[in-house]
């Protein structure tokens, strides 16, 4: 079992930058593919980045270049840092953890883009 607990989310201005944070209860180590997905308003969830246990990283269209997906097994976090926000970055922002077939979620964080 593992639990995930996103933090990080807050209101920034376009063209700031915010960390988010997912920190696993359980050992996450090199065993689970580590996603970050968000749900805009009136919008479905969507895959923003992705980091497989082999460290291969992958992202939307809409981020690269100014996301960045990454891990630290030994705290067990994954981090997604964000430049260069965009007004539709906003969204709230949920961490997930994939082995197996088996899918583990946070309860999200919520990012926002606004002057």
């Known amino acids: 079992q593992v639990q995930l607990v996103e933090s990080g989310g807050d209101l920034v201005q376009p063209g700031g930058s915010l960390r988010l944070s997912c920190a696993a209860s359980?050992?996450?180590?090199?065993?689970?593919?580590m996603n970050w997905y968000r749900r805009a308003p009136g919008k479905q969830r969507e895959l923003v980045a992705g980091?497989?246990?082999?460290?291969?990283?992958t992202y939307a269209d809409s981020v690269k270049g100014r996301f960045t997906i990454s891990r630290d097994n030994g705290k067990n976090t994954v981090y997604l840092e964000m430049n260069n926000l965009k007004p539709e970055d906003t969204a709230v922002y949920y961490c997930?953890?994939?082995?197996?077939?088996?899918?583990?979620w946070g309860q999200g964080t919520q990012v926002t883009v606004s002057a």
């Open positions: 980091l497989t246990p082999g460290g291969k990283s």
């Open positions: 359980g050992s996450i180590g090199g065993l689970y593919s």
């Open positions: 997930n953890a994939a082995r197996l077939g088996i899918l583990y």
